[in-house]
């Protein structure tokens, strides 16, 4: 798999565009406000984009999914059922901090825990992961040693839980269960800030060392 990320915005969020190196399909994951870049490289290098990947319904992660879809018209967006309240509702988080977002055509399809997603011949496997929204998913690509983690884990720090269904508690199990259980050289590429590694995080994330008093104590 080829990876790049598309980075923009206020929010310096991070989508990827994410290419099967043999194939050509290609998906486009969490579209934010460097969307528009991304749908040009889509277009320049005619890559073959399969589907939309939303790993939550944040404005933020979600802001450009209509320049993707106008580039690519027949791929499917995709979110888990728990975030589609979310989704439904960007016009309202938009409100919250004060900017505009454009109407977003709706989900297709919807992921489920466990699911294995494919693409050419590359595949994510689909791990739900609430707390910083109830319908969070990672997508941990298969046999290429990274995760596309949102905003479930950043770079010695955590996701915010206190945006509307955000759980604190939810959020520290998901990352014990299904963050800390992928191998420690694993790279994971967050929603914001720079990448990391689980075996960084397991050590060196404030938020998850019984030394700064973290939850994993
Ligand atoms: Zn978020
Ligand atoms: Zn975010």
Known sequence: MNLRTFTGGGFGENGYLVACERSGAAVAVDPGAAAGLMADTITSEGLDLQA???????????????????????????????????????????????????????????????????????????RHAPGHSPGHVILVAEGQGFALVGDVIFQASIGRTDLPGGD??????????????????????????????????????????????????
């Open 52 to 126: 939309i990947l939303l790993t939550h319904a944040h404005l933020d992660h979600v802001e450009g999914v209509h320049l993707v879809r106008a580039v690519a018209p027949e791929a499917p967006i995709w979110l888990h059922p728990a975030d589609h309240g979310l989704y439904d509702s960007l016009q309202d988080q938009a409100e919250m901090f004060g900017l505009q977002v454009p109407p977003q055509p709706p989900p297709d399809d919807a992921f489920e825990h466990g699911q294995r997603f494919t693409f050419g011949s590359c595949a994510f496997e689909v």
């Open 168 to 217: 604190f508690y939810t959020l520290m199990r998901s990352i014990r269960e299904q963050v800390l259980t992928l191998p420690n050289e694993t790279v994971l590429h967050s929603g914001h800030g720079p990448s990391t590694t689980v075996g960084f995080e397991r050590v060196g994330n404030p938020f998850l060392i019984p030394h700064y008093r973290g939850e994993m104590a």
